[in-house]
């Protein structure tokens, strides 16, 4: 045997894959993802079966089988089934109908910065409040980082000072592109050319004169080239923006048409959302507010309770957030009365203090307790209490127990005047009769005359606009969503501290007997809600 025989030849070396070869086949395999995504066996079913699935399904995998192509390294691997279909959908309007906490921004955001990356491009993200806007730009941030691509620049511009209303945040990055965050107003929002993202669009303050101020942004294709439009919301009231989108009855025949996504809860865990939904359903606590935030239906209406156009106005240097501690053992300077909002482990406990000067309630202390053992609480508050003409206290839940000993305290005791007991701590449970009483009440204090002043603070400010007003089936309710900040208990703490205001028969809006009564009975108030069935007010 020859030695060339008895040796076989060498295998022949594999040539390197080049970088344009792995972008082409990356390419294939999200157009074949994208080919897959959002399979009419899980979107295209009703809600009741839907129900049904996402129950029995194994949380944290997906019913479809349904694979993310991209490599592990790239953030865009991070999508679910759901979220990967709505990024890679460029038509120029696009909106998705999604429930709370199903990665909206991350997604929204991931697009904005994608498309900057891609090319010198403009972006303008409009949110309904403040915190929203610096969170959505957060996202974009993570996002930036992700891909490593470096930020220029970032502005933050306010109307004053530094705890004043934000005009506009903007992050310039390397390549010139920039994306701008603003409170979504019809202020702030209007002037550039821009492509445009809304992000909770159905809880603006003002959606439609906000939609009239935008829609210009996007109308020029002659400076850098034709704009997308992206909104992005859960849904808020059957007059609302998301509501028109969605209905697609009488569309035949239009010269454009929106890519609608929805996404309910359901449709999230049946694509890999590990989120246990029986768990999350009880401890909502609320049904209404489950089928708006969760499973994408419209109720009749829900408005802002304090838009910002009232509570910038109730805004002063003579409302305080702290107060020295002589003012609790000093006497004079007008009535004092408190509202007690408690929270013991997922929110704080909020006391809100008041102090008559003329016909107006001023603002002293908004005392916030959190992740504070009750004993200790007890304590704080006690002081508080006995300075108080009258306190309003939350009795629900965790309540209960602080309060049945708050009311033993010396120099406080109960107040409850249908059982003869007139001391100072009004123990008030949350009943839906109870909220249209102190909730109306609140917001007719910021209308004009002004019968309020609270500190100028960013923190107090957002925790005061969160809270919404809910009608539906011409029921009307009080709820607001629940943030790593709590859920509006300033808000409450607030609308308790006016509440003890009125039923101790100081300042303006004093109970009448017979209010009084209607409280007790879990009624409406005598003087009746802030609007009628026929004539909204906001």
């Known amino acids: 045997m020859s030695r060339a025989a008895s040796n076989p030849k060498p295998r022949a070396k594999r040539a390197p894959v080049s970088q344009t070869d792995a972008l082409d086949r990356l390419a294939e395999q999200v157009k074949a993802a994208r080919a897959t995504a959002m399979r009419a066996e899980i979107f295209g079913r009703p809600l009741a079966d839907l129900r049904d699935l996402a129950e029995a399904h194994t949380r944290g995998t997906s019913a479809t089988g349904w694979r993310n192509p ?64 610096l969170d959505s730009l957060d996202q974009a941030k993570l996002w930036a980082e992700a891909w490593d691509f470096r930020l220029a620049d970032l502005q933050l511009v306010r109307e004053g000072g530094s705890e004043t209303l934000l005009k506009a945040a903007e992050i310039t990055f390397s390549n010139g592109s920039r994306a701008r965050a603003v409170p979504g107003r019809p202020d702030t929002v209007r002037g550039r050319s821009t492509n445009v993202l809304l992000t909770e669009f159905d809880f603006f303050d003002n959606p439609a004169e906000t939609w009239r101020a935008i829609v210009p942004s996007i109308t020029n294709p002659l400076r850098g080239g034709e704009k997308r439009l992206r909104v992005v919301s859960t849904p808020n009231g059957k007059d609302g923006q998301m509501a028109k989108i969605f209905d697609t009855t009488g569309r035949e025949g239009r010269r454009f048409d929106w890519s609608r996504h929805l996404v309910t809860i359901y449709h999230a865990v049946l694509c890999g959302l590990p989120v246990n939904i029986a768990q999350m359903r009880e401890l909502f606590d609320d049904p209404e507010g489950w089928a708006q935030e969760f499973e994408c239906e419209f109720l009749d209406t829900s ?67 959190r992740g504070m053992p009750t004993p200790q609480q007890e304590e704080i508050l ?97 709820a607001a969503p629940r943030t790593a900040e709590g859920h509006s208990d300033r808000c409450t703490a607030l609308a308790l501290a006016l509440h003890a205001g009125a039923t101790a028969g100081v300042g303006a809006g004093s109970f009448t007997a017979a209010d009084l009564r209607a409280v007790h009975l879990g009624l409406p108030a005598v003087a009746g809600p802030l609007f009628t069935r026929t004539a909204l007010r906001f």
């Open 382 to 478: 006690r002081v508080r209490l006995r300075r108080a003409t009258r306190t309003a206290f939350d009795y629900t839940g965790p309540g209960i127990g602080l309060g049945d000993y708050l009311v033993k305290a010396p120099g406080i005791g109960e107040y409850k005047p249908e059982a003869h007991k007139l001391g100072k701590l009004e123990l008030c449970t949350f009943t839906s009769g109870f909220k249209r009483v102190i909730f109306p009440r609140l917001r007719r204090a910021f209308e004009a005359p002004l019968k309020v002043r609270t500190p100028v603070s960013i923190a107090i400010r957002e925790d005061l606009h969160a809270m919404k007003q809910i009608v539906r089936n011409n029921q009307y309710s009080y």
């Open 70 to 133: 991209y490599p592990a390294g790239d953030p865009r691997s991070l999508y679910l089934e759901y979220q990967f279909n709505l990024h890679h959908d460029d038509s120029r309007f696009k909106a998705a109908l999604q429930a709370r906490q199903t990665g909206k921004d991350f997604t929204s955001e991931g697009e904005v910065v994608e498309t900057c990356k891609a090319g010198v491009t403009e972006w303008m993200i409009a949110a309904p409040s403040e915190r929203q806007a």
């Open 303 to 369: 408005n802002v309770l304090l838009p910002y156009e009232i509570l910038t106005p109730a805004e002063s240097i003579d409302a305080t957030e702290v107060i020295g501690p002589d003012f609790w053992t000093t006497e004079g300077g007008g009535p004092v009365v408190c509202g007690v909002d408690f929270g013991r482990q997922n929110d704080p406990t909020v006391c809100w203090t008041l102090q008559l000067v003329g016909d107006v309630w001023i603002t002293r202390e908004v005392l916030v307790l």
